[in-house]
């Protein structure tokens, strides 16, 4: 079969290269795709959110299966186009990817299905949220409603944060019309963890856990970034964990989504902080994650296409999938100066040598190819994933590939993983 894979960050370069060990594949196609993406599939020059585009493609080339990496398309209804062109497609719909495109539509089904999840309030006007921040004080969180590339949410220790971040979402509408509203919500202390399930919009089957770091710096200081790597498992997931976020976080949501209209087929993942022992919800997303989808997809045992097809098809309860055992971890590396402004086309060297390592792969984001050599061509650039017997094993591969790749101003956090042993209690 041929398949379609929409984006071109890291995430899109590892379900590229997850679904090209297929048996079942014979040709990958990714649009736009990257200088990773490029080696196993034919790069398509169509953006991501180019829906009509992609779908005549996707019809003229005889694509059996598309599979949606980032948000955006999704919120915009590629899923309900493709489906009305009788094109296979693998992701939520409109109407369910509102999971993600509105915080103030999820709190509320989070409220109405009793999940758990921090307090609130929502507010449409600017004078009303100062006026509440005045009135309860901080810390406190203020998200903006709508999408805003990961930045729409501030976390705020001091008073005068919180209200410049009213005025620069509602009155500067720094992320448009995604500031319309926002939501105020109580700063929950604890663990953060990801959590992602395949779901049919009936049945559920869960992935292994894992846990990103989201701040530019190491121990989690400076501001927050896309993602600058991640480890699966996440031990702060414990068993019973798990299984309550099963029972009270995506049961329930799936559940709710399809008793109102809204069923939810595709991946779902839950932006969890694990706070006194207990699962509560920060958020969803209507897609894997990045760099998440890096560390569990290398550990998929399975073949993902089956998969994805059971959660087409309605019937996933009829599928498992088999894990390794081993614990797997994803360094970011990224341009200096991201998330703020950096420098394009600096040429990377070192790729070779570390695609000898058995056990390591490199997973592009922002690469190009340039007259021949691979360049820097975003924020996040690669994505170096190990496994190893353990996290700790997987963590001293991972810093080997990375410190044999070079380019001029590469940037990386030298802690990715050293929670999870941590945790674990053996560092
Ligand atoms: N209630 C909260 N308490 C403490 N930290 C929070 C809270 N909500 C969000 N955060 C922090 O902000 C980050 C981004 O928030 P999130 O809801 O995941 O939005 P997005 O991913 O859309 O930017 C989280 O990963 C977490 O670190
Ligand atoms: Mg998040």
């Known amino acids: 079969m041929k398949v379609l894979v929409i984006g071109s960050g890291g995430r899109e370069h590892t379900l590229v290269w997850k679904i090209h060990q297929s048996p079942k594949v014979s040709k990958i196609y990714c649009a736009p795709g990257n200088a990773g993406t490029l080696r196993i599939a034919e790069n398509i020059d169509i953006m991501a959110d180019d829906i009509n585009a992609l779908a005549t493609f996707a019809e ?22 493709f489906e ?78 919180a209200i410049k971040a009213i005025d620069s979402i509602m009155e500067e509408k720094v992320f448009g019309g ?42 989690d200081k400076g501001p927050n970034t896309g993602g600058m790597g991640a480890y699966s498992p996440a031990p702060v997931i414990t068993p019973d964990i798990c299984r309550e976020i099963m029972d009270r976080v995506m049961t329930p949501a ?26 509560v919800v920060l958020e ?22 089956p998969v994805i097809e059971a959660v087409i098809d309605g019937n996933i309860d009829k599928t498992d999938i088999k894990w390794r055992e081993e614990p797997s971890v994803c360094v970011v590396m990224v341009s200096k100066g991201y998330p703020g402004s950096y420098q394009k ?20 984001a922002g690469t190009r190819l340039s007259q021949g050599n691979i360049a820097t061509d975003g924020g996040r650039v690669l994505g170096v994933t190990a496994t190893g017997i353990d996290i700790k094993e997987a963590i001293g591969k991972a810093y080997e590939a990375v410190s ?19 945790v674990m209690g053996s560092a």
């Open 60 to 81: 003229g080339e005889g694509i059996n299966l598309t599979v949606v990496g980032p948000e955006l398309p999704l919120t915009l209804g590629i899923v309900d186009e």
């Open 84 to 161: 009305r062109r009788g094109l296979k497609i693998f992701g939520p719909n409109k109407k369910a990817a509102e999971i993600e495109a509105s915080k103030v539509f999820t709190k509320d089904l989070l409220k109405r299905y009793d999940i758990p999840t921090g307090r609130y309030s929502i507010f449409d006007s600017a004078g009303d949220a100062k006026r509440y921040i005045k009135e309860i004080g901080v810390p406190i969180v203020v998200k903006a409603d709508g999408l805003a590339a990961g930045k729409g949410v501030i976390v705020c220790h001091e008073e005068k944060e």
């Open 178 to 219: 995604a500031g319309d509203r926002v939501l105020i919500e109580e700063f929950l202390e604890g663990e953060e963890a990801s959590f992602m399930v395949f779901t049919d919009g009936k049945n559920i089957l869960p992935m292994v856990s894992s846990q990103d770091h989201k701040a530019i710096y190491d121990g």
């Open 254 to 279: 799936i559940k709710g989504m399809a008793a109102e209209g809204r069923p939810y087929k595709g991946v779902l993942y839950a932006g969890l902080m694990i706070s006194n022992g207990s699962p």
């Open 284 to 305: 969803f997303n209507a897609r894997f994650g990045d760099p998440e989808a890096q560390p569990i997809l290398i550990r998929m045992e399975s073949d993902i296409i």
């Open 345 to 364: 086309g600096n040429r990377i060297e070192g790729l070779e040598d570390v695609e000898r390592i058995e056990g390591v792969e490199i997973f592009h």
């Open 404 to 422: 044999m790749i070079r380019w001029d101003g590469v940037y990386y956090r030298k802690d990715i993983g050293r929670k999870a042993l941590f």
